[in-house]
């Protein structure tokens, strides 16, 4: 379930050197700006690149390796890889296109799992109908399910959200959502799309300029004030993952557990227990040095001041250490002056219930894990 | 209708089929591997093989014909080795004809099925590759499949370019009743015959009879073709 990256490749006067690695199941999202070289990365690793040096591990099983001349063919790769643009064979019905790839697998799937996964993918209605006769969410979807049936070691997506218009979006993420909690391979998405990272991603890779900048956790990178720079200087943001913990039928909320506190948001569907994933912009954070009275917020989490760091304009980013979740505010320079705020200091975050986003679904459970 | 027409001139209307179906089914397999050379292969001396294929456009047939002639006649070098080891012969027999039709021809398959090997998008290809499609396995499911329409349109044109073909023809093979008077030789020599206008209108009718029932089949065949690659 791993895969290693050492990547050097020049071409058309941009030069890509990044060293990266993906060690558990789940979503890794390969983020930078447009012309970063995500899609490059993406491409040396499924073979359909040659890099001019590097050393490319899947599963402890090298696919490319410059010094010894290996460079598997990316047919012998087993890595499914879906394109931005899809790229459904347009004179195959959907049930072929999906199973092109598993007629050529050494290790099919077998009819249950290849029913799993359509129904996971919601496609089944799709199956004799050709790709032209396809909106474009339902051809990323079955793109998904193509390359998934071959049963690949790892899967890539290139942007596969990038060419399609909000509604689509909104049609295609339930599913990248089902996906990312049912598949037991590692996923990267590349991306350039905050948001799709703080909705799908588990770890982050951030490229920029043709190089590897950082990669950890969604959760720790995002709140890295270094790299707001990179990661969205205008829209800083918190992601924090939590447990649905009761409902409150009457107030239409619902309380959220995580680590270092609970959260009171508007009422989200699933049972005690159930994962979310949460999003706070910084700008929505307010800080005091006490508990506040008579104050509508209703949430207050105290935390410890990690770092302080100047933003743009009269602003700075203050992350915060919440007892193992990590919470930024950004409040101006005036105010964290006023309140004589430093590194160490213990202090209240406040919260409005309507400033956090449920940026994550809650996985329907399923009989079977796909991959 | 049939009794309308001679036997010889039944002769040279099955001739003339005859000659144009090898041609092009002989040419064909040819055309579309030069076609997906120089639609996606980079390899030195890819212009002069461009050229080269194009070259029975811009020559006149009967140069054509006349190069067939001084490389495959019974007292050329290969026409001799051919007959001598085969026992086959090009010059002055059907096959002859159908061999200088075939290269007239060349030019316009190699034309249509390049254009429709390059509309394709190579993207395909890659994700092909990506599934565990070698390349002979993508050139087969994928490629082919989707420049169906181009290598119909090929085919036609050729064929009625074939069936057509009169300089090379008669240069290479002559006007022999029977093994290479097709159509178009037919109706030359009804007209050089004194009294032979009947004759000669008839065997038009029956050209324009062809290409008209030509036509209408490839339209028909064209847009078949197009629903089965989902274009």
Aim: charged share 20%.
């Amino acid at each position: 379930m791993t895969l290693s990256a050492k990547i050097e490749h020049r071409f058309r006067g941009f030069h890509l050197s990044v060293d990266f690695s993906v060690i558990r199941p789940g979503l890794t999202a390969l983020f930078g700006p447009s012309g970063a070289g995500k899609t490059t990365c993406i491409n040396a690793i499924s073979g359909l690149l040659k890099p001019d040096s590097g050393h490319i591990e899947i599963n402890g099983q090298p696919v490319f390796d410059s010094t010894t001349s290996l460079n598997l063919p990316s047919r012998r790769r087993r890595i499914g890889y879906v394109f931005q643009d899809a790229r459904l064979f347009p004179h195959l019905t959907v049930s072929r296109n999906l199973d092109f790839g598993a007629r050529r697998s050494p290790e099919p799937p077998t009819p249950a799992e290849r029913e799993n996964i359509i129904e996971i993918l919601g496609i089944g209605h799709l199956m004799e109908r050709r790709p032209a006769k396809l909106s474009g969410g339902e051809r990323q979807r079955v793109a998904l399910g193509r390359a998934l049936l071959m049963k690949p070691s790892l899967l890539l997506l290139d942007e596969p959200l990038a060419a399609l218009d909000q509604a689509r979006k909104s049609e295609v993420l339930p599913h990248l959502e089902r996906l990312r909690d049912h598949a037991r391979i590692p996923i990267v998405l590349v991306t350039h799309s905050l948001e799709d990272v703080a909705r799908l991603a588990d770890d982050i890779i951030v490229i920029n300029d043709g190089r590897s900048m950082a990669a950890g956790p969604v959760d720790q990178i995002l709140s890295r004030l270094d790299l707001l720079p990179l990661t969205g200087q205008s829209e800083p943001m918190s992601v924090i993952a939590a447990d649905v913990l009761r409902h409150d039928i009457d107030g239409g909320l619902t309380e959220l557990g995580f680590n270092g506190g609970r959260l009171w948001v508007a009422r989200i569907e699933g049972d005690p227990g159930a994962q979310v994933r949460l999003r706070i912009a910084a700008r929505d954070v307010m800080l005091a040095l006490a508990p506040p009275s008579g104050i509508s917020a209703s949430n207050l989490i105290s935390g410890r001041i990690a770092e302080i760091r100047s933003g743009p304009g009269p602003y700075c980013d203050i992350r915060l250490d919440c007892g193992g979740s990590i919470l930024l505010a950004r409040i101006t320079r005036r105010s964290s002056e006023r309140l004589g705020l430093g590194l160490g200091h213990e202090v209240i975050a406040v919260i409005k219930s309507v400033s956090v986003n449920r940026q994550s679904g809650i996985a329907p459970a399923l009989n079977q894990p796909v991959g | 209708m049939w009794t309308a027409f001679t036997p010889a001139e039944i002769e040279a209307l099955t001739l003339s089929l005859r000659i144009a179906v090898v041609a092009v089914t002989g040419a064909l397999p040819v055309a579309i591997a030069v076609a997906f050379l120089l639609a996606r292969g980079r390899f030195p001396g890819r212009a002069f093989v461009d050229s080269l294929v194009h070259l029975p456009l811009v020559l006149p047939p009967v140069v054509t014909g006349y190069l067939l002639l001084i490389t495959f006649g019974t007292r050329a070098p290969l026409g001799a080795w051919l007959l001598e080891t085969f026992g086959f012969r090009f010059a002055f027999s059907w096959t002859g004809a159908a061999l200088a039709a075939a290269i007239i021809t060349f030019p316009f398959q190699v034309r249509a099925i390049r254009l429709s090997i390059e509309a394709i998008d190579p993207g395909l290809s890659q994700a092909a590759e990506t599934l565990g499609a070698g390349p002979m396995d993508r050139f087969v499911n994928i490629t082919l499949p989707l420049a169906l329409p181009g290598i119909l349109a090929g085919a036609i044109t050729a064929f009625a370019a074939s069936l057509g073909e009169f300089g090379a023809i008669i240069t290479f093979v002559s006007n022999i009743p029977g093994e290479t008077r097709t159509l178009p030789l037919a109706i030359y020599t009804a007209i050089q015959t004194p009294g032979g206008e009947v004759a000669a209108a008839r065997l038009t009718a029956l050209a324009i009879a062809l290409a008209v029932a030509g036509l209408v089949l490839s339209e028909f065949a064209a847009q078949r073709v197009r629903r089965l690659s989902g274009q």
